[in-house]
């Protein structure tokens, strides 16, 4: 009896010896959203119409994955969640007691880390300090230093373990908020480059915790915009092909789906991941590990895009936050004035438009300026005939601006406009050529336009006209101040504009004016207290009914090659 005891103790340990010595395989899944923009239910309160993604259906699919996967699925969020919808202004500025929705929904889908995006920057210390102490996940930002102690401002990076493996996210905000928010809305902060900071915590990743995987969640576009000696405003495709030791880069900002690998100089590759914006997509890298002895002997990496729309909406989510929206309807149908006629954006891309003449002439009013400029700053915006409610406001202005008035020749001012319009027109050369400058190269977003069109500044308070036919720094032909005095290149005049754009943003003040970066703060005469849609809806509460007129103060030239072109590229930039 003694003899089958022992016998059965040795196969026992032969049995758990053989298992032991037999490769594990883990799935780990990572879901990404990014530039969600306070789409956290299926209505855009913008349109009042219902919403193509929302958190609502992103909710469905983390619910279906964590049935399959469980605590294997680690889900992040990449920045830019505090702002774009009235939902984010109520629970911003007007409820400030009650914790942030945006905090709510992030508790409510228990994000595993949560990034910072310069929108949620943009909203203020008072705003995003408070969000960031009621989200339940770390918020991470490693260059983000804070000036006082020189260390990061938030957490720099999240270590999350699964089944013995060790995974570290390392969060990364754009360097270029500067160039975009006053100094008082990051005070105590400094931004640093994204690619040498990576290329810092990767290796201090690798030295401190040696992590199996390391994923950077970066709230930061491909490539472009913003390019100093400092920095790039989208720096993820310079950071994936440079920085070794990343397995994946979630990335965002830029508002451009893209799932791809990127390959380093020794033929490695990084996949990199960006949904995009308004919670439309969900992006998604499944990490296959090989695991032997405690180990990871071998490690697959695949990628992709989920489509929210495919999924349904979430019926507990809503029910969660069934009181929160009867409270945010209540905000955003509340009635401000009356429009006498529709005005849709479209028209701006054009030439001289209602929608954003009324910008221009409100800021006008509002300043006693002498010029202003003004971008649309949407496509397919439209305010009806009729009542027009808060949620109106939304889509008259999208962003949280304040409202300045600088110094500025009219040089200055005609230097401006021409790099506004070298961003926004193609130089025609016959009727066939667009009008709008398409960015052509651009494979994975087609008949998409090349610049960002919240940089094409129109000008009110002047007459001019703009030949596209003209190279760019040439298309500018300022004939008078529309109250019918003399222009003069060599006067100072008082000029309105948004504070993205009196900070520097679109770099239209500093590339295109000429103005040095560190004397725009010295020209600024008058900076208002509150964002600029306040002050725009205050003029319509005063008014009670406007009525708006188009200024026809600009025109593209010559018009008979202008028109052809203009009706095509309509037709192309917004057809569905």
């Given at each position: ?333 509340q009635q401000i004035g009356n429009l006498s006629t529709p005005m849709n954006i479209n028209d701006a891309f054009f030439g001289s438009s209602a929608f954003v003449d009324l ?102 308070g002047i007459d001019y006209t703009v030949d596209v036919t003209k190279p760019k720094g040439q298309k500018i032909n300022i004939l008078r101040m529309s109250n019918g005095q003399p222009f003069d290149e060599n006067k100072w005049y008082k000029v309105a504009i948004n504070s993205y ?76």
């Open positions: 009896m003694k003899n089958i005891y022992i016998i059965l103790i040795f196969l026992f340990l032969a049995i758990c010896s053989m298992q032991a010595g037999q490769p594990k395989t883990l799935v780990l899944k990572f879901l990404e959203t990014s530039d969600v923009h306070g789409m956290f239910f299926p209505t855009n309160y913008l349109t009042g119409k219902p919403a193509v993604g929302s958190m609502a259906r992103v909710s469905s699919y983390v619910k279906e994955q964590r049935s399959i996967h469980g605590e294997n699925v680690i889900l992040l969020e990449n920045g830019d969640i505090l702002q774009g919808q009235p939902t984010n202004y109520f629970w911003n500025y007007i409820d400030t007691q009650d914790e942030n929705i945006a905090a709510s929904v992030i508790n409510y889908l228990r994000y595993d880390a949560q990034s910072l995006g310069n929108h949620d920057i943009e909203t203020g210390h008072k705003c995003y300090d408070k969000w960031i102490n009621e989200i339940k996940c770390p918020s991470i930002a490693a260059n983000i230093v804070n000036t006082a102690t020189n260390q990061p401002y938030a957490q720099p990076y999240q270590i999350i373990t699964r089944e013995g493996v060790k995974i570290a996210i390392l969060g990364m905000i754009t360097a270029a908020i500067p160039n975009w928010l006053s100094e008082d809305i990051w005070s105590g902060m400094h931004f640093e480059e994204i690619v040498s900071s990576t290329e810092k915590w990767v290796k201090q990743l690798q030295e401190n915790e040696k992590p199996d995987i390391i994923i950077g969640l970066f709230h930061s576009g491909l490539k472009g915009g913003i390019k100093t000696a400092e920095y790039e405003e989208n720096a993820t495709l310079t950071a994936a092909q440079r920085v070794k030791g990343l397995d994946v880069i979630f990335y965002g900002h830029d508002h451009k789906t893209n799932c791809s690998f990127i390959r380093q100089n020794d033929n490695d590759s990084v996949l990199i991941i960006n949904p995009a914006n308004n919670a439309h997509r969900i992006g998604e890298a499944t990490i296959t590990l090989t695991i032997d002895d405690n180990k990871v002997i071998d490690k697959k990496i695949t990628g992709k895009l989920v489509v929210t729309n495919s999924y349904p909406v979430d019926e507990d989510y809503m029910n969660y936050f069934a009181d929160d929206i009867k409270r945010l309807q209540e905000f955003a149908n910008i221009i002439n409100l800021q006008l009013k509002i300043t006693n300026a002498d010029i202003a400029f003004s971008a649309p700053l949407m496509l397919n915006a439209t305010l009806n005939a009729g009542p027009v409610t808060t949620a109106d406001m939304f889509n008259l202005y999208k962003y949280e601006n304040k409202l300045y008035v600088i110094k500025m020749t009219g040089k200055e001012i005609k230097n401006h406009l021409e790099m506004s319009y070298a961003l926004w027109t193609n130089q025609m050369k016959s009727s066939s050529d667009h009008l709008l400058l398409f960015d052509n190269d651009n494979k994975n977003h087609p008949n998409e336009l090349k610049n960002f069109f919240y940089n094409f500044d129109s000008a009110g754009r009196g900070n520097g943003g679109g770099e239209l003040l500093t590339k295109g004016a000429g103005i040095p970066k560190d004397e725009i703060d010295s020209r600024i005469i008058y900076r208002s207290e509150l964002d600029q849609r306040h002050y725009l809806a205050e003029e319509f509460k005063k008014l009670g009914t406007i009525t708006p007129k188009t200024n026809n103060n600009w025109r593209f030239i010559p018009e008979d090659m202008v028109a052809p072109a203009a009706q095509r590229d309509r037709e192309l930039l917004f057809r569905k």
